[in-house]
């Protein structure tokens, strides 16, 4: 099992950029994919990207792609998200999970979650 704690949310101008973490406790962190998943108020669950369990294959949602970066330090067993260019409807709050069988590319697969941090984008 893995156990996820998010961390670095807060409030930030339109424009602005931000960094939030994910840091893992248990066993075989490398062993997992892992994924960033966020839900604003009043809408479903939006997966935002997946990486691989060695940081080679990464998966962006359309919505977030060429402004936010995943990376994964497995030596520091912390996945990170750079959000740069945020707008108002990045406003939400940030999941991070993990995915033990799966490559990080499907929703479906993901089997442990943070409880979330908070990101407030204001415009």
């Known amino acids: 099992q893995v156990q996820l704690v998010e961390s670095g949310g807060g409030l930030v101008q339109a424009g602005d950029s931000l960094t939030v973490s994910c840091a893992a406790t248990g066993s075989s962190f490398s062993s997992y994919a892992l994924g960033w998943f966020r839900q604003a108020p009043g809408k479903v669950s939006e997966f935002v990207v997946g990486i691989s369990w060695n940081g080679d294959h990464t998966y962006y949602a359309d919505s977030v792609k060429g402004r936010f970066t995943i990376s994964r330090d497995n030596a520091k067993n912390t996945m990170y998200l750079h959000m740069n260019n945020l707008k108002s409807e990045d406003t939400a709050v940030y999941y991070c999970?993990?995915?033990?069988?799966?490559?990080?590319?499907?929703?479906?697969?993901?089997?442990?979650w943070g409880q979330g941090t908070q990101v407030t984008v204001s415009s």
């Open positions: 999970a993990a995915d033990y069988v799966g490559d990080g590319s499907s929703r479906a697969s993901y089997d442990y």
